[in-house]
């Protein structure tokens, strides 16, 4: 920072606990809060919630990543939704931690790769709380895990049984950014059949419950990811609202 120059205002987090909710009315509530902090409206903010069951197709997915015919997804339950986040094929489910956050990252963090990397340190330190350890993969985006020792991960080449555990899907316009994260705290990993997650064959999908880790309400988990996000990003925090 040059001699004389401001220094970038404190930063400050709110944060919104919708509950369980299907996923089209939600897409909507993020579309326009992306775009009212955009136009420079409200404060950085995040949505928590739980989704029904969805499939998620991001800009760079490929429909044959998609196993079920639409007929089966429908029977199940099951919805599916075009988005404009980067990345594959993903699902949501009840059980899962599910995190969009709508920050603009001028002026000191204009950085996309920074960004993901926040998102899944947040996943991380969540998960480490709840007795899973975890790390990232160099060559896959997300929250990995080893399924053969839960209890220890010492980097995605020296693990015996490789899982995900949390992606990470953003999209970034003006640097006010959305979509965001998901954690597997229990969803039901039979869901994960319909799919190609994230595009990855060679390795499976599990969450915190299958690993032997603390089982925890979604709601719960949301307001300690809040607190755990805003440390992250150097960020106050400021309301929870709960809204379900």
């Not at 089209?24 to 919630?49: K, S």
């Not at 229990?186 to 319909?194: E, H, K, Q, S, V």
Request: proline share 5%; charged share 25%; net charge positive.
């Amino acid at each position: 920072m040059t001699a004389g120059a401001a220094a970038p205002a404190a930063r400050s987090l709110s944060a919104v606990w919708l509950g369980r909710r299907r996923y089209a009315p939600v897409h909507e509530l993020m579309e326009q809060a992306h775009a009212a902090r955009r136009a420079g409206r409200g404060g950085d903010t995040v949505l928590f919630v739980e989704h029904e069951p969805v499939i998620t197709l991001g800009r760079g997915s490929k429909d044959e990543h998609v196993l079920a015919p639409s007929s089966v997804l429908v029977e199940l339950g099951v919805d599916t939704a075009r988005v404009g986040r980067g990345g594959d094929v993903t699902l949501h489910a009840p059980g899962q931690l599910v995190g969009y956050p709508i920050v603009d990252l001028s002026p000191d963090r204009r950085d996309v790769r920074r960004f993901v990397t926040d998102l899944t340190e947040t996943m991380r330190r969540l998960t480490t709380e709840l007795g899973v350890e975890a790390g990232r993969h160099p060559d896959h985006v997300g929250l990995w895990a080893d399924a053969a020792s839960p209890s220890r991960f010492a980097g995605a080449a020296d693990a015996r049984e490789l899982v995900k555990i949390g992606a990470v899907g953003v999209r970034i316009s003006r640097w006010v950014t959305m979509h965001g994260f998901a954690l597997n705290l229990a969803p039901d990993l039979a869901f994960y059949r319909l799919i190609v997650p994230c595009g990855i064959r060679t390795h499976a999908v599990s969450s915190i419950a299958a690993l032997g880790g603390q089982l925890v309400d979604v709601g719960a988990a949301a307001r300690r990811a809040f607190e755990i996000l805003a440390d992250v990003l150097g960020a106050r925090r400021e309301r929870f609202t709960v809204l379900e």
